[in-house]
Structures are given as structure tokens and as C-alpha cells.
């Protein structure tokens, strides 16, 4: 095993540390790593774990440009231009691991801009910087490590065989062994509730994962994907959420499987036509059986109470926002469909996740969401995105000013999305299926910290 690495709250399945030892190895030899797997098996977090504290990201996507990954002129306050060193750059010169996230989206061309760095020598000739072009040479502790999806995911595509000959690849394998995956939910768990008395041997790890591999395999012929890691560790999350909050075990562990499997069967890709009612009861009564203690919550007995500094509906509290609560006039809070769908966007809520809410048009999504951003007292900005949106639409972009001596200069201003982060306010992207792919993929980095 490599020496050094942050493994905190990460397990050490076989596939880890396999991972982790051709990564390591590859590394001794100044080899550039790529890591190809599903989505959720654990690529980003092999990559942490070997960036040691140091590592640098870089989230790529189909407009990702040459300037993205070297460096661009900038305007300054004072007028005139800059050098700004890009991501691989700054790699090199501070001598740190970088990651490439999902490098298959960029474009070839920019991609064998960095071909040099493949090589013996690892310089990169830099000419876009001024006048006269000059060589850079990584320091000792530059590497490079890239992740990417199979070339068969929707709207993923392939690298090309001649940049792909030059990494070192891994297979990031998605199998585990029970044992693993109860060792995975356990350590989350015990992570959330560190500062709770969390007894380890009524852990209900062994329930879910039974509940998944039965579900899963009597229905494999109807869903294209299994659950990843990434579900087991939101299922683990909402878990230990439940129990910080005060409800029972059982009940805990049917509001953890219902919001991360149950609640998604609407939008999971299928083989073949499936009747997803019929399929959602037959999971909700083989959890029953692996459980028999009652636990569930039935959606019609739903009612919102008002307490000290929260709000409750059911069993699940979300606390109020900075700004004085108000009831939404045009809104109905004793609809059952209504009161159901709170419910389920209040238990999202309880982990540090995005939630996507799928429907048809005009079935309330967005009033639903402004609504409980004005009940709880959330400031909330709403974004109505297209396929004309642009990532500086969302984040910022450098806009040009008059200065006092009446000359032009340019200063930055922040985008909405920016803006909401900095005042830790919430974000409602509205339509966000119109959104091209180069402005959606850099916002995973949002997700994942």
C-alpha cells in the first residue's frame, strides 16, 4: 500500500487498494494515470486519497478550451492585461498532483496541447503567454491522474487511441463483495453519528443491503443500472440524519431507502416497460418483510407544525432561514400530493445533497420548491436555464467599467449561482434538462464539496 495517502472515510475494498497500488506504481515512474469506471465507483475518491492534501481539480466538459488548462491574459483593475497561469501550469510550477475530471468531454485538440507532458522530459513549451515562447518543467510531485465514464453513458464519448495510449489505465470495477459494502455504510454512519452514542451491533447496514441485492436482482432485467456507492453512502447519510433527529431505527431505515431508491424510480433508466407502481409496492412490502417492525409513514396523516427556529411535517424538521418566515398565499399545503411531495424534498434535505425533481409540466416543481423556500425563511435564487445558457451566466465574468480618470478597465462580477454560495442561499435551476453539457458538468464540483 502506497504511504501517506488521506484514506480518511474512505474503505479499503480490494478494488481500492488495487487501485491504489498501479496508481502509486505508475506514479514512481512519472506515468500520467487514467481511471475509467461507472459513475459512483470511487474514481474521484482514489484520486483524493492519492493527492495527499495537495491536489488540484480541474472539471473538463465539451467547450473546455486550451486557455482552461494553460493560462489566459486577463484584464487588471488598473487597465491593461495580465498573465494568468491556468490549472496545469500552476501544477507544474507548485509541483502537485492535478486532476482531470471526466477528460473525455474536452475536445482532442485541446487535449494534445499536453501531450508534451506525457513524455521523458515533462516540459511544455508555453508561446501563448507573450511575445517569446518559453519551456516550463514540472517539479518533482507533478502528476497526472484523469477520470472519465465509459464511452457508452449518454452524451460521453471516447478519448482518441493516441492520447489514450499514454496514460496508464485502470478499470474502476463497481463489483463488491457484501462484506465491503456493510463495511461502507457502517463507517458513514459512524462518521455522521461520532458525537451521538451510535451502537455498531444494532447497525441496520446488513438490512440494507440485503433489501438492495434482492430488489436489484429480481428486477435486473428491467433496470440498466445497479446501485453505486455513491447511493449506499447516501443511503448511510439519511440514515444517520434520521437517528441524529431523534426517530427510530426502523423508521430510519425505510426513510433512507424510500428517499435514495423509492422516491427515483420515476426517472431510473429502463430495459424494458415496467409498471412502476407495481414495482415500487413489491420493494416497499419485501422491505417490509426483511423488517416486520412497522416503520413507515403514511403520506395522508402528513400535517406541517410550526416549533421554535424549524419547521416540522411528519417526523423530519428542516430549521428556518435567515429572513422571517411567511405562508405562501397562492399555494396549498392540505393537498395529500402536495403534503407527500414536501415530505420527500424535506428528507432530501437532511444531507449535503443536490435534489433533482423530475415531472411532467405544470405539475408544480418549482412553485413547490419557491413555496418551502418562503415558509422556512430561505432566501432562494431561481435560474431558468436553456440551451443558450453559458457557464459565465451562472458563475461570472470579468465586465468592463469606466474608472474615475474616465479610462475603461474591467473588474469581476459575480454570477447569480456565485452570488447564492457566498450568502449560503438556496438555488432553484430551473429547467435544468435545456442546460448543454459544458455548463452543467462544472457544476459536479459544487456537488461534491
Given at each position: 500500500?502506497?504511504?501517506?495517502?488521506?484514506?480518511?472515510?474512505?474503505?479499503?475494498?480490494?478494488?481500492?487498494?488495487?487501485?491504489?497500488?498501479?496508481?502509486?506504481q505508475a506514479w514512481?515512474?512519472?506515468?500520467?494515470?487514467?481511471?475509467?469506471?461507472?459513475?459512483?465507483?470511487?474514481?474521484?475518491?482514489?484520486?483524493?486519497?492519492?493527492?495527499?492534501?495537495?491536489?488540484?481539480?480541474?472539471?473538463?466538459?465539451?467547450?473546455?478550451?486550451?486557455?482552461?488548462?494553460?493560462?489566459?491574459?486577463?484584464?487588471?483593475?488598473?487597465?491593461?492585461?495580465?498573465?494568468?497561469?491556468?490549472?496545469?501550469?500552476?501544477?507544474?510550477?507548485?509541483?502537485?498532483?492535478?486532476?482531470?475530471?471526466?477528460?473525455?468531454?474536452?475536445e482532442d485538440a485541446?487535449?494534445?496541447?499536453?501531450?508534451?507532458?506525457?513524455?521523458?522530459?515533462?516540459?511544455?513549451?508555453?508561446?501563448?503567454?507573450?511575445?517569446?515562447?518559453?519551456?516550463?518543467?514540472?517539479?518533482?510531485?507533478?502528476?497526472?491522474?484523469?477520470?472519465?465514464?465509459?464511452?457508452?453513458?449518454?452524451?460521453?464519448?471516447?478519448?482518441?487511441?493516441?492520447?489514450?495510449?499514454?496514460?496508464?489505465?485502470?478499470?474502476?470495477?463497481?463489483?463488491?463483495?457484501?462484506?465491503?459494502?456493510?463495511?461502507?455504510?457502517?463507517?458513514?454512519?459512524?462518521?455522521?453519528?461520532?458525537?451521538?452514542?451510535?451502537?455498531?451491533?444494532?447497525?441496520?447496514?446488513?438490512?440494507?443491503?440485503?433489501?438492495?441485492?434482492?430488489?436489484?436482482?429480481?428486477?435486473?432485467?428491467?433496470?440498466?443500472?445497479?446501485?453505486?456507492?455513491?447511493?449506499?453512502?447516501?443511503?448511510?447519510?439519511?440514515?444517520?440524519?434520521?437517528?441524529?433527529?431523534?426517530?427510530?431505527?426502523?423508521?430510519?431505515?425505510?426513510?433512507?431507502?424510500?428517499?435514495?431508491?423509492?422516491?427515483?424510480?420515476?426517472?431510473?433508466?429502463?430495459?424494458?416497460?415496467?409498471?412502476?407502481?407495481?414495482?415500487?409496492?413489491?420493494?416497499?412490502?419485501?422491505?417490509?418483510?426483511?423488517?416486520?417492525?412497522?416503520?413507515?409513514?403514511?403520506?395522508?396523516?402528513?400535517?406541517?407544525?410550526?416549533?421554535?427556529?424549524?419547521?416540522?411535517?411528519?417526523?423530519?424538521?428542516?430549521?428556518?432561514?435567515?429572513?422571517?418566515?411567511?405562508?405562501?398565499?397562492?399555494?396549498?399545503?392540505?393537498?395529500?400530493t402536495c403534503i407527500?411531495?414536501?415530505?420527500?424534498?424535506?428528507?432530501?434535505?437532511?444531507?449535503?445533497?443536490?435534489?433533482?425533481?423530475?415531472?411532467?409540466?405544470?405539475?408544480?416543481?418549482?412553485?413547490?420548491?419557491?413555496?418551502?423556500?418562503?415558509?422556512?425563511?430561505?432566501?432562494?435564487?431561481?435560474?431558468?436555464?436553456?440551451?443558450?445558457?453559458?457557464?459565465?451566466?451562472?458563475?461570472?465574468?470579468?465586465?468592463?467599467?469606466?474608472?474615475?480618470?474616465?479610462?475603461?478597465?474591467?473588474?469581476?462580477?459575480?454570477?447569480?449561482?456565485?452570488?447564492?454560495?457566498?450568502?449560503?442561499?438556496?438555488?432553484?435551476?430551473?429547467?435544468?434538462?435545456?442546460?448543454?453539457?459544458?455548463?452543467?458538468?462544472?457544476?459536479?464540483?459544487?456537488?461534491?464539496?
Open positions: 500500500m502506497p504511504k501517506d495517502v488521506v484514506a480518511e472515510g474512505i474503505v479499503m475494498t480490494l478494488g481500492m487498494r488495487r487501485m491504489l497500488v498501479i496508481t502509486e514512481l515512474r512519472n506515468e500520467a494515470v487514467l481511471v475509467v469506471g461507472e459513475t459512483g465507483g470511487g474514481k474521484t475518491s482514489l484520486a483524493q486519497a492519492m493527492g495527499r492534501g495537495s491536489l488540484i481539480t480541474i472539471n473538463c466538459h465539451e467547450k473546455t478550451e486550451t486557455a482552461d488548462l494553460l493560462g489566459r491574459l486577463r484584464p487588471r483593475e488598473n487597465g491593461g492585461f495580465v498573465w494568468s497561469d491556468g490549472i496545469v501550469i500552476s501544477a507544474m510550477k507548485s509541483g502537485v498532483p492535478l486532476l482531470i475530471d471526466e477528460i473525455s468531454l474536452a485541446v487535449l494534445e496541447r499536453l501531450n508534451p507532458l506525457f513524455e521523458e522530459d515533462r516540459k511544455l513549451l508555453l508561446s501563448e503567454a507573450g511575445v517569446e515562447a518559453h519551456s516550463i518543467s514540472a517539479k518533482d510531485g507533478f502528476q497526472i491522474i484523469a477520470t472519465m465514464n465509459p464511452g457508452g453513458d449518454y452524451g460521453k464519448k471516447e478519448l482518441s487511441k493516441a492520447l489514450r495510449n499514454r496514460f496508464t489505465e485502470i478499470w474502476s470495477s463497481c463489483d463488491y463483495e457484501e462484506n465491503e459494502l456493510l463495511a461502507i455504510f457502517d463507517l458513514r454512519v459512524t462518521e455522521k453519528l461520532k458525537n451521538c452514542h451510535y451502537d455498531r451491533n444494532k447497525s441496520p447496514a446488513l438490512l440494507v443491503i440485503s433489501w438492495i441485492t434482492e430488489f436489484f436482482k429480481k428486477y435486473k432485467h428491467a433496470f440498466r443500472h445497479s446501485p453505486s456507492v455513491r447511493d449506499i453512502v447516501a443511503c448511510a447519510e439519511i440514515y444517520a440524519a434520521c437517528i441524529a433527529s431523534g426517530i427510530g431505527r426502523t423508521t430510519a431505515v425505510h426513510e433512507a431507502v424510500s428517499a435514495v431508491f423509492l422516491d427515483a424510480f420515476g426517472s431510473l433508466p429502463v430495459r424494458m416497460s415496467v409498471h412502476l407502481e407495481s414495482v415500487r409496492k413489491d420493494a416497499e412490502e419485501l422491505l417490509r418483510q426483511l423488517s416486520p417492525d412497522e416503520g413507515t409513514v403514511d403520506s395522508t396523516s402528513l400535517n406541517l407544525r410550526e416549533g421554535v427556529g424549524k419547521i416540522s411535517i411528519g417526523q423530519i424538521s428542516i430549521p428556518y432561514g435567515p429572513i422571517p418566515p411567511s405562508k405562501p398565499k397562492l399555494f396549498s399545503f392540505r393537498a395529500p407527500s411531495n414536501f415530505y420527500r424534498i424535506a428528507r432530501g434535505l437532511l444531507i449535503n445533497k443536490p435534489i433533482l425533481l423530475e415531472g411532467a409540466p405544470g405539475c408544480g416543481k418549482s412553485s413547490m420548491v419557491m413555496a418551502l423556500a418562503q415558509l422556512t425563511g430561505h432566501p432562494i435564487t431561481r435560474l431558468n436555464l436553456s440551451d443558450q445558457t453559458d457557464l459565465s451566466d451562472l458563475f461570472g465574468r470579468d465586465v468592463p467599467v469606466c474608472t474615475e480618470d474616465g479610462s475603461l478597465s474591467f473588474q469581476w462580477e459575480d454570477g447569480p449561482v456565485l452570488r447564492a454560495i457566498k450568502k449560503e442561499e438556496w438555488v432553484l435551476l430551473d429547467e435544468a434538462c435545456f442546460c448543454t453539457v459544458s455548463c452543467a458538468c462544472p457544476c459536479n464540483f459544487i456537488t461534491l464539496w
